[in-house]
């Protein structure tokens, strides 16, 4: 792995910032470092540099940190440890059809390939599994979502199916008007994956723990200076917090709220997700994930009883055996006007750019585009024009 150069970790032992602020001190630099005379002593004020700042952890940071070690490039990541960043409360299915109406995914047919073997490929390095294929098993609420599905499947059957499982599923769940398959599904252990791969950047010093002040950041001549750090370019992968960047809040971002809750189901097969108007996410032992909501007017980002007595009616509605709450959480989705990623860097800031706006879908949508990305970065092939920032030149370009 390509390394910054310098140990964050080295900079609290090398010196305290306030002793430079009280104290009557001379600046010098030797060979790119930063020398402090402070009273009698010199003191080695190390400078950083690296190719890439990145800022955020979360799905996005972490796959496009993985592709920019694949390409050989430098990285240094600052991320706030946040419990209930999206990312972390996500049940990370991907779906390779969407909506009432079943219709494919967009870009499905390239995705499902390229994430099968990013996630395989970062478990493999990191040393654990992190995606596995779970089917969807869609019970039909109503006669007309039955229809929905039938048509569906004439027209374009890729991803759906009428065969009944093995699993009696009468006997744990009601439901009047049959099921259908979604297939193939896949589950991302997304904190798993967060997590391990957040340990590794621990390990080699390439993560700063912290808040990242945006008031500190300095850009000079396409030069990125942050406190101690420089770097040739700054990518933002910080999620919601992306819609107040002052580079970037321009961007048509739509926040969406989503909430869920984990419950025990000890006598229900973990086999699938079942789909009722909610789904049921398996959540290891005897753990599911149940959600989730969508609303895109809220008035803040925490759990509320509304959401938690609607789902637990609308699963005392669908399962036949007992369940009981443990936890509930809530987080906003990073999404988007026109539900497309936000991906390149600012028109007018060519060393500043964006990785961001995934929606509902960062676990099918963060792999792909941060291999386009970090192409287009290393070797100057182009970004999606769907995806690419510069469709925004205008409102980019408006202070
Ligand atoms: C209830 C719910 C269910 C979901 N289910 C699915 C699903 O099944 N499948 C799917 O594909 N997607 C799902 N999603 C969507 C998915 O969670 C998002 O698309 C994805 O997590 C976005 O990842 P991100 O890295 O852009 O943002 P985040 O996960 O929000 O990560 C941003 C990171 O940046 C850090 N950060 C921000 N600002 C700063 C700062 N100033 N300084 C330092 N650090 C900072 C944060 O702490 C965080 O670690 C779901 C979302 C929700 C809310």
Not at 102 to 126: A, C, H, N, Q, R
Not at 281 to 310: C, I, M, N
Request: hydrophobic residues 40%; charged residues 20%.
């Amino acid at each position: 792995m390509a390394c910054c150069k310098v140990a964050p970790s080295r900079l609290k032992a090398d010196a305290n910032e306030n002793d430079f602020t009280r104290c009557k001190w001379l600046p010098f630099f030797l060979q790119g470092d930063l020398f402090i005379r402070f009273h009698n002593k010199i003191i080695l004020y190390k400078i950083m540099h690296t190719e890439n700042l990145i800022i955020g952890q979360g799905i996005c940071g972490t796959l496009l940190c993985y592709e920019l070690q694949k390409a050989g490039q430098s990285f240094l990541v600052i991320d706030e440890p946040r419990p209930f960043s999206a990312s972390k409360i996500a049940s990370g299915i991907i779906n390779p059809v969407t909506g009432r109406r079943l219709v494919k995914t967009w870009m499905i047919d390239e995705l499902l390939p390229f994430l099968l073997k990013s996630y395989i490929g970062l478990g493999l390095e990191l040393g654990i599994e992190c995606i596995e294929q779970k089917d969807v098993i869609d019970f039909f609420p109503s006669p007309q979502m039955r229809l929905a599905f039938l048509n569906r499947l004439e027209e374009d059957g890729q991803y759906l199916s009428l065969q009944k499982d093995i699993i009696e599923w009468s006997a744990y769940l009601n439901y009047d008007f049959e099921y259908g398959i979604i297939h193939p599904c896949y589950l991302v252990d997304v904190v798993k994956l967060i997590e391990a791969f957040r340990k590794k950047l621990v390990k080699r010093n390439f993560l700063l723990e912290a808040y990242f002040d945006i008031a500190q950041l300095s850009v000079e001549n396409n030069r990125i200076t942050y406190k101690n750090i420089t770097a040739e370019k700054i990518i933002f992968c910080d999620g919601t917090a992306g819609a107040e960047n002052p580079y970037f809040k321009n961007l048509p971002f739509a926040p969406n709220k989503g909430e869920a809750l984990i419950v025990k189901i000890k006598d229900l097969p973990g086999t699938h997700i079942l789909k009722r108007g909610l789904n049921l996410v398996p959540w290891g032992e005897d753990l599911f994930w149940a959600g989730s909501s969508y609303e895109w007017q809220f008035e803040h980002d925490q759990p509320t009883t509304l959401f938690r007595e609607k789902t637990v009616e609308q699963l005392n509605t669908f399962l036949k055996v007992p369940f009981t709450v443990v936890d509930h959480w809530a987080s906003i989705r990073p999404a988007t006007l026109e539900r497309r990623p936000f991906v390149g860097f600012h028109p007018l800031h060519p060393t500043i750019g964006i990785f961001n706006g995934m929606g509902t879908k960062g676990c099918s949508l963060a792999p792909y585009f941060a291999a386009q990305f970090v192409q287009y970065i290393s070797k100057g092939t182009a970004l999606s024009a769907d995806v690419d920032v510069h469709r925004f030149k205008k409102v980019l370009s408006r202070v």
